[in-house]
C-alpha cells in the first residue's frame, strides 16, 4: 500500500486529530513513555539521569520524533515526577526499570500540603527546564507537539497515602476519598499551566482508576465531577489516560471535558468507539507486555490497523513501554498510520 501525502506539520496533524478534526494522515504520538534502551544508546542519554537531567531528558524525548517519526513528544517518562515534589522518597531505578516510591509523606487528607517550592524541586524543575529546551533550543519545538504530563489526584492520593490505605476509604471512609481528591485537585492544575507557561502544547493527565481497583459508578461519584474542574481550569487540550479495562466508565469519561481519551487494549477498540462516538477523541490500545515486548513488527501492524479500522484519532502504545522493547516494533505503528487512507485534504 502506498503512503499518503502528507501537508500538515506533525504539530498540526496531531492537535487536530486531538479535537476530532481533518488530517492528512492518521497521527502517531504517545503520551506515555516511548524510551527505549536503543534510544538511549543512540543519544547518549540513560535512565535514571535522564529522570532529572533536563538536557539528558530533552535528548531522550526528542528521540520519539528523531528516532521513531511520531508526531509528538512527552519529555515525562515516569509517574513519580510529582511525588519527587510532594517528598515522597524515590528510587528513580535503572534503564531497565522505572522509579519507585519507596514511603509515603501523607496519613491523612489533613496532613496534605503543597510546597510553596513545590517547581523549584528536583523533578518538577527539570521537566519544565526540559520543555523549554525543545521548545526554545530543538528547530522543530515549534513543528512537533509537546506534550505535557501531570498525574490527577487519584494517583496522587495512591502516591502519598498508600493505595491499599486510598482505597479501603472508598467503602469504609469515602468523605476521606473525597477530602484527599479536595486536597489534590489544584496540584495538576498548578503543574499543567507551569508547563503550558513555558512551552507544551498538550496536556496528559494520569489518574489511575483503572477496572482493576475499582467500578464505574466509583469514577462517577468520586471523580468524575472533579476532572470536570480540572479541565475547565487547565486551559489547553487535555488528555486522560487510565489504564486497565475502562469500558463501564467510559460514557462518563466523555463527559469530563476531556479532548481525548488514551485506552488499554484491555478494551476492545470497536467496543470504545461505539460508547463514546465522536464526543471524545480516542488513542492508544495497541498491546504493550504481548504485542510490542514479545511480538513483531507485523503483529504491532495487525494492531495498529485494528485501532484505525475503528476510528482511532491517534496511534499509540496502551501503556508507557518495557524499555526493552525494540524500536522496530515502534516505528511499524507509523508504517501503518503512512498508508491508511484518511478523509481530507488541502
Known amino acids: 500500500m502506498s503512503e499518503v501525502e502528507e501537508w500538515m506539520t506533525p504539530k498540526r496533524r ?5 479535537f476530532g478534526g481533518r488530517v492528512d494522515r492518521i497521527p502517531v504520538g504517545s503520551v506515555t513513555s516511548v524510551a527505549t534502551v ?42 513519580w515526577v510529582e511525588g519527587d515534589g510532594l517528598g515522597t522518597e524515590v528510587d528513580w531505578g535503572d534503564k531497565f526499570k522505572m522509579p519507585n516510591g519507596k514511603k509515603h509523606p501523607f496519613k491523612d487528607p489533613e496532613d496534605v500540603a503543597i510546597p510553596d517550592d513545590f517547581l523549584e524541586r528536583t523533578a518538577p524543575a527539570a521537566l519544565l527546564e526540559c520543555i523549554r529546551i525543545l521548545r526554545e533550543e530543538w528547530e522543530y519545538g515549534d513543528r512537533v507537539a509537546i506534550i505535557g ?3 490527577g489526584p487519584w494517583t496522587l492520593s495512591y502516591h502519598t497515602a498508600g ?8 467503602i469504609l471512609k469515602p468523605d476521606r476519598v473525597h477530602d484527599y481528591l479536595e486536597a489534590l485537585k ?61 469500558l463501564d466508565r467510559l460514557d462518563y469519561i466523555a463527559q469530563a471535558g476531556f479532548d481525548c481519551f488514551h485506552i488499554d487494549s484491555k478494551v476492545d477498540a470497536f467496543d470504545a468507539k461505539k460508547v463514546t462516538g465522536k464526543r471524545i477523541s480516542l488513542m492508544g490500545n495497541i498491546n504493550n507486555p504481548n504485542t510490542l515486548f514479545y511480538g513483531t513488527p507485523e503483529d504491532v501492524k495487525k494492531e495498529s490497523l485494528y485501532a484505525a479500522k475503528a476510528g482511532f484519532e491517534i496511534l499509540a502504545p496502551e501503556c ?25 485534504g488541502p
Open 14 to 18: 496531531f492537535l487536530s486529530a486531538l
Open 320 to 344: 508507557a513501554i518495557p524499555t526493552r522493547v525494540l524500536d522496530a516494533n515502534l516505528k511499524a505503528i507509523v508504517e501503518i498510520a503512512k498508508t491508511f487512507p484518511v478523509d481530507g
Open 186 to 246: 489544584e496540584l495538576p492544575v498548578m503543574f499543567a499551566k507551569a508547563q503550558v507557561e513555558i512551552g507544551a502544547d498538550v496536556m496528559m493527565l494520569a489518574d489511575h482508576a483503572t477496572g482493576d481497583l475499582v467500578s464505574g459508578k466509583t469514577y462517577r461519584d468520586f471523580l468524575l465531577p472533579v476532572h470536570q474542574e480540572i479541565t475547565k481550569k487547565i486551559g489547553c487540550p487535555v488528555v486522560l489516560h487510565i489504564c486497565g479495562d475502562t
Open 163 to 170: 493505595i491499599t490505605n486510598f482505597l479501603r476509604s472508598i
Open 38 to 79: 536503543e534510544q538511549m544508546e543512540a543519544t547518549g542519554a540513560f535512565f535514571p539521569e535522564a529522570h532529572t537531567d533536563p538536557k539528558k531528558m530533552a535528548k531522550l524525548s526528542a528521540a520519539a520524533h528523531t528516532i521513531l517519526g511520531y508526531d509528538a513528544f512527552l519529555p515525562y517518562f515516569s509517574v
Open 149 to 151: 504530563k501531570v498525574m
